[in-house]
């Protein structure tokens, strides 16, 4: 569990109930060193008690809904989850293996946008901005 992050707070504070199934998913992301898939943390969940798919899927876009996780693209329709940026969680940029589709979370510093010269720019509201970027990673190399 990441020690910095109060998830039972986190809900309240968005007007969720801190059920043991949404804390368990918060904390299951949360403590993730790469975004996981729905499947990951229906499996993760699955190991301690049985839990509907379903029940995953609809705490998952609870979750996403409230701000409280961010819904990345994985390549083609597949999606994964992380922790939405936050003072413990910053924003930060992914990589994705192209070979083995595996998705990496990269360093916050590691990729500089001006967000003040796109909005100079841009006539819309920017409510998300996904960093990815692609290739081929170590492991694949390798082989």
């Known amino acids: ?15 969720l109930d801190p059920t043991p199934r949404r804390l368990q998913v918060l904390e299951i992301i949360g403590t993730s060193t790469a975004p996981l898939s729905a499947r990951q943390v229906f ?13 995953v899927y609809r705490i998952l876009d609870l979750l996403v809904a ?6 990345l693209s994985a390549g083609g329709r597949a999606h994964v989850y992380g922790p939405a940026p936050s003072e413990n969680h910053p924003a930060h940029p992914h990589f994705f293996c192209k070979r083995c589709h595996s998705l990496q979370c990269l360093p916050p510093q590691s990729v500089d946008i001006d967000l003040q010269a796109v909005r100079q720019t841009f006539a819309g509201r920017i409510e998300n901005v996904e960093v ?4 081929v ?3 694949c190399l390798g082989k």
Request: proline share 2%.
């Open 1 to 15: 569990m990441c020690q910095q992050c109060d998830y039972r707070g986190q809900l309240e504070v968005c007007g």
């Open 66 to 71: 409230n701000g409280l996780v961010e819904k």
């Open 43 to 55: 499996e993760t969940l699955h190991q301690t008690r049985p839990i509907n798919r379903v029940t």
């Open 137 to 139: 990673c170590q492991n």
């Open 132 to 135: 990815r970027i692609q290739g």
